[in-house]
């Protein structure tokens, strides 16, 4: 079934609609206020209440402040636009009105209302987040009332006269994170670089909501949104794949909102709201981003819906008051169970979503995500009282589903088998099916028995501008080579990927010891260190901070936490420090640079061990690429080796290897003195005295990983003075030049670009084969 027909139009009269209203002096229009220009002695300052503190204090007679006035200047003349209460603006001088004409006249000389934050002479309460306002009066309130159906006469012209939305504001300060969106950093748009959205004209959406696609700078919809947003407009369930950072949040996201929007314009006020859609999504990270992206979507439309994300590590008494203003919810399934599964009220207001979303599906069959998921849809179609079960308990089908929800399910990677079967393509049932995705879709309870499969990408599964490369060293040297492409990159913004939370622990110091800025991202974190993490990662390299240094772009060190779906702007390298555990990691993992237009690089470090694994990985994640073009295989598999210069590396060592006995010695003692700590209070709670020996004893065993304990116990007993002693040597290294064999020069120094033309003969060459 088809929404919101009466609303077609096309994208050259959304564009239209865009440059009217973005161009001019436009008056913006509140439910209490108007803009006009405002002669200076007419402005409407406002008295501010002094502390009494301040009652004695001698001339401290009266201060007065003013908000939200704009200055304009035209030409040599300065000029004042403030709010005036409605009505009011009639009975001005007879030139006030003239001035109002003349902006009006000149719409398109004057750019820069549009981002005002909501400025009252009488402020009207704001619910939280919401940018509709609540009427002071009964009389507003009737207002009020009154426009959705003025506005459905007469919509465009009213859609002008609105005035845009303040973005809404996260719903924790702490989270204030444009962290994740590369939307954040697109510079502000200056009316001439309106982009032309006629692109979008096919989808036949809101002219409003291709205005604020507009907004976004978005000319044209990637092929998954092309594909996928006309068969949700027109109802039906979607099952959508493409590659990594090409546009699927949008491709759900859009349709979501163009429904909300349908649903505003029908104007059922009376109806008690519920939520319109929810999304699950794997990791909080995730689950942030896209509400976020979702959020700069809205901040374009003369009104938005309430946009919330429920995630573990926040408040949940905070998080479920959100629930219940909320019209899109985006979260991960364990926290949204435990806080709707106990609020009945709650959970009967989202049972009436019109969409449910599972972003990056195939993630929660492997997380344990899986039973939470299940639980949630379950309880969403569980019959609320008064409703009648339809199941036919004697029928041997699949119970018809009751509700009446869309559900949409993205992801860049699906399990083969099911892809084929979605396609239509397999005639054999699926192997261990329990596990398969395909189960996790039968427990989606489709509301269509086919869904529409979309694969935007049939072919192959990574990223246009990605090109991938392979670094075969020792198991011991990955920290060396790592170290090294990391030194041969210094401005690239790179992400580290590996398989262990020890193993983030241990590289990051590694790194920062090294005079790299390294940062840690995995789940044992605190969700704002987590998110505090991240923020750090995205911003911008300090532009010399460390004069003599080249290395300056941040490095995250991440497990998979970070794989999927996160879009940080300007990610050029990925590094798999270990080779992940499957294909679909890989591409995951992959999938955090070259995202939308972008280009970038991933480099597997392989030892030996994991020579077999990544050729299989490699055969898995490009065989279709290669059987499509009827190559052979093996010169098409499109990860090139790159050969590192053993010179370069062999003058790296030593600095490594000090940097590594630091790391070590200290993360050692740590957790010694952690286990000490423990073992101290166990005996305390027993009442048992331990003597030296006895504690040594019981600190230490025998048996599988004794070797390591044996290890962390002598770097335990290496002294304060000795570590400090390698600090310095380290430091000193790291100063020195670093004999390459080609010439002198230095590598943590000035000149590292210098050094790296003076090695091109091996590894650069290589490198910049991988456009590097
Ligand atoms: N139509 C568009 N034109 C240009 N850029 C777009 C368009 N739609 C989305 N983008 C941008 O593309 C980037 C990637 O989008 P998004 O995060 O939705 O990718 P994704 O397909 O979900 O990736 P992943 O599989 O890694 O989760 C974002 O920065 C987004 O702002």
Redesign the pocket.
């Known amino acids: 079934m088809a929404f919101d027909k009466k609303r077609k139009h096309s994208g050259e009269q959304a564009q239209a609609k865009r440059s009217q209203s973005k161009g001019g002096p436009k008056r913006q229009k509140t439910q209490n206020t108007e803009k006009h220009f405002v002669p200076v002695d007419e402005l409407p300052w406002q008295t501010v209440e002094v502390p009494e503190m301040f009652d004695d204090a001698e001339g401290f007679y009266g201060l007065e402040e003013i908000q939200g006035v704009d200055v304009v200047r035209e030409g040599d003349v300065v000029k004042f636009v403030a709010a005036v209460p409605k009505g009011k603006a009639g009975k001005k001088k007879d030139d006030k009105k003239a001035e109002d004409q003349k902006m009006e006249d000149n719409e398109d000389e004057f750019e820069g209302f549009d981002d005002t934050p909501e400025e009252e002479s009488t402020p009207v309460e704001t619910k939280a987040g919401d940018q509709k306002k609540e009427p002071k009066t009964k009389k507003d309130a009737k207002d009020q009332k009154k426009e959705p159906k003025e506005a459905k006469k007469d919509g465009k012209k009213d859609a002008k006269k609105q005035k845009k939305p303040a973005p809404q504001p996260t719903e924790d300060p702490e989270l204030e994170s444009n962290l994740f969106?590369?939307?954040d950093t697109l510079p502000d748009i200056e009316p001439e670089e309106d982009v032309d959205t006629s692109e979008w004209a096919p989808l036949e959406l809101s002219p409003d909501l291709v205005a604020a696609i507009g907004n976004?700078r978005?000319?044209?919809?990637?092929p998954?949104?092309a594909r996928a947003i006309p068969e949700i407009i027109n109802g039906h369930d979607v099952i959508g794949k493409?590659?990594?950072?090409?546009?699927?949040?949008?491709a759900f996201g859009i349709p979501i909102v163009e429904k909300w929007l349908a649903k505003q314009a029908e104007g059922k006020e009376d109806e008690k709201k519920h939520p319109i859609a929810m999304i699950l999504s794997p990791t909080r990270e995730l689950a942030h981003q896209i509400s976020d992206?979702l959020k700069k979507l809205c901040d374009g439309l003369t009104e938005s819906p309430y946009i919330c994300s429920v995630t573990g590590g926040l408040a949940i008494q905070k998080q479920l008051r959100q629930l219940e203003k909320a019209d899109i919810i985006i979260g991960t399934p364990g926290r949204l169970w435990e806080v709707i599964s106990t609020e009945i009220a709650v959970m009967n207001s989202i049972r009436q979503i019109d969409f449910l979303v599972v972003d990056?599906a195939d993630r929660l069959l492997k997380d344990g995500q899986f039973k939470e998921a299940e639980d949630i849809i379950k309880a969403l179609d569980r019959t609320r009282p008064g409703e009648e079960a339809e199941e036919d308990s004697d029928s041997d089908e699949e119970p018809t589903p009751k509700h009446n929800r869309q559900t949409l399910v993205?992801?860049?990677t699906f399990n083969k088998a099911l892809q084929q079967k979605l396609a239509g393509k397999a005639r054999y049932n699926l192997m261990g099916e329990a596990e398969s995705l395909e189960h996790l879709l039968k427990k989606l309870n489709f509301r269509e028995a086919k869904p529409k499969f979309i694969d935007a990408n049939p072919v192959s599964q990574m990223a246009d501008k990605l090109k991938e490369g392979l670094i075969h060293c020792g198991d011991l040297e990955k920290d060396l080579y790592l170290y090294a492409v990391l030194l041969l990159q210094p401005t690239r913004r790179a992400l580290v990927f590996t398989n262990a939370i020890n193993t983030v622990r241990r590289l990051t110091p590694f790194l920062q010891n090294l005079g790299l800025p390294a940062i840690s991202l995995h789940s044992d974190m605190e969700q704002k260190a987590r998110l505090r993490s991240l923020e750090k990662f995205k911003a911008d390299p300090p532009k010399n901070a460390n004069p003599g240094s080249s290395v300056q772009a941040p490095i995250l060190v991440a497990t998979d936490v970070a794989a999927?779906?996160?879009?940080i702007p300007n990610v050029d390298l990925v590094i798999h420090y270990h080779v992940p555990r499957s294909a679909d990691d890989y591409v995951?993992r992959s999938?955090?640079t070259a995202?939308?237009?972008q280009s970038g690089v991933s480099i597997m470090l392989c030892g030996p061990k994991e020579d077999i694994p990544t050729q299989r990985l490699i055969t898995k994640v490009h065989a279709s690429t290669a059987a499509s073009s009827g190559k052979p295989k093996k010169d098409l598999l499109g990860v090139q080796t790159i050969d590192i210069d053993r010179r370069l590396v062999s003058h790296l060592k030593p600095r490594v290897t000090l940097s590594k006995k630091i790391t070590e010695t200290t993360i050692a003692k740590e957790k010694g003195a952690k286990e000490d700590d423990w073992l101290k209070n166990a005996a305390e709670e027993l009442g048992i005295e331990l003597d030296e020996d006895e504690f040594e004893k019981v600190g230490s065993w025998k048996g599988k990983g004794s070797g390591k304990k044996q290890q962390e116990k002598q770097a335990r007993a290496v002294g304060k003075q000795e570590v400090q002693k390698w600090r310095w040597e380290l430091k000193e290294l790291l100063k020195r030049r670093v004999n390459t064999g080609v010439s002198e020069r230095y590598l943590n120094g000035v000149d590292v670009e210098g050094l790296l033309r003076g090695v091109r003969s091996e590894f650069l060459g290589q490198v910049e084969g991988l456009g590097l």
Not at 243 to 250: D, I, Q, V, W
């Open positions: 969106t590369s939307l976004l978005f000319g044209k919809p990637t998954i949104q493409a590659s990594t950072g090409s546009g699927k949040t949008l992206h990056e993205f992801s860049a999927r779906g996160l879009d995951h999938g955090r995202r939308a237009t």
